[in-house]
């Protein structure tokens, strides 16, 4: 089993920045597939973005040249720093891994660890 635990989020004015963390533990991640996903009020969770093994990364459109995902094996951890936040990007942030792949994934039924969470708000 792998445990992800969010941090780093919080409340932030439209245009600023924050960076979360996802620290794993319980096996080491540097082989797996990371991603982070996002849930707003009353709408389905969606991709933000993934980061393969040998760091490859794809994002969704609208956080494209704003949010940069990264990972540090040393430290079991994944990162998302976000900038230039809007208030469209409110929402509840969530770290997920992939245990069986280790490239690209941005399907969010294929991860098979999440993490409990952690919630960003921008305010306009």
């Known amino acids: 089993q792998v445990q992800l635990v969010e941090s780093g989020g919080g409340l932030v004015q439209a245009g600023g920045s924050l960076k979360l963390s996802c620290a794993a533990s319980?096996?080491?991640?540097?082989?797996?597939?990371m991603g982070w996903f996002r849930q707003a009020p009353g709408k389905e969770r969606e991709f933000v973005a993934c980061i393969s093994w040998r760091n490859s990364t794809e994002y969704e459109e609208s956080v494209k040249a704003r949010f940069t995902i990264s990972r540090d094996n040393a430290k079991n951890t994944v990162y998302l720093q976000m900038t230039n936040l809007r208030p469209e990007d409110t929402a509840v942030y969530y770290c997920a891994a992939d245990q069986d792949y280790s490239g690209i994934q941005d399907l969010l039924e294929e991860y098979d660890f999440w993490g409990q969470g952690t919630q960003v708000t921008v305010s306009s």
């Open positions: 319980g096996r080491t991640i540097s082989m797996y597939a």
